[in-house]
């Protein structure tokens, strides 16, 4: 089966700049996740949909951090402005209810 | 509260060779599940091996098994006769099955190095 799809693959910015990450789960998974990982960290959970509804956002940074899953399949996340603490890879995850999480290859963000 | 701790920040092993990664974990829920990734540093996170705390028996894949021994809470990942490929970071994380916040606990990882 396809994996997670995420892009772009690598992203420079300026801070203040905006940027939009995309994200397409393994077909059939209702879960989606959004994660953060700084680095020398482990991931840390941004957002959690379930289906198109969102499950979880209670550390998603909402004035300047956004995510959507129109239709209940692909995903957008935004960073609008960007500062330099938000440099870090950001991972897209999808999975069925109760099972493994199963993640793209992410993307890495620099801000400088 | 709920907790991964991950004792060993680096370890290197020889190829060939066995090599346990250690992962201890802290929760007052009696249904769970564990779980190890393995991130290169290419970036991706790759799951490897799921344990549930009601299973009696030690997961296994592959090369890959979970000795798991929950009255001491731990849940250590073995990899059998490693890889050069095997040089990443590995991740413990755990997820409890039932309650309103099953959010994944991830420790901070433990960065393997399989020397030739």
């Known amino acids: ?112 | 509260a709920q907790k991964i701790t991950q004792t060993q920040p680096g370890m290197f092993v020889q190829e060939k060779e066995a090599v346990t990664l250690d992962c201890t974990y802290d929760t007052s829920d009696q249904s769970y599940g564990l779980f190890w990734y393995k991130q290169p540093s290419s970036g991706e996170m790759i799951f490897l091996i799921y344990q549930g705390s009601y299973d009696e028996q030690n997961a296994t894949e592959g090369r890959y098994s979970l000795n798991f021994q929950k009255a001491r809470k731990s849940a250590n990942l073995v990899i059998s006769a490693s890889q050069l490929g095997d040089s990443a970071m590995y991740f413990c994380a755990m997820r409890p099955n039932a309650g309103n916040n099953r959010k994944l606990i991830w420790g901070l990882g433990t960065s393997l190095a399989v020397n030739p």
């Open chain 1, 1 to 112: 089966e396809a994996g997670v799809a995420q892009s772009p693959r690598y992203k420079i910015i300026e801070k203040r700049q905006s940027v939009a990450f995309w994200c397409n789960p393994i077909s059939g998974h209702a879960t989606l996740y959004w994660y953060q990982q700084i680095l020398g960290q482990g991931p840390k959970l941004l957002i959690q949909f379930q289906n198109n509804g969102v499950v979880d956002d209670s550390q998603l940074p909402k004035d300047r951090f956004s995510a959507e899953r129109l239709k209940g399949v692909d995903s957008t996340l935004k960073i609008q402005p960007a500062k330099l603490e938000d440099s870090a890879v950001y991972l897209c995850a999808s999975s069925l209810v109760g099972t493994p999480l199963h993640f793209g290859n992410g993307t890495r963000l620099t801000v400088t």
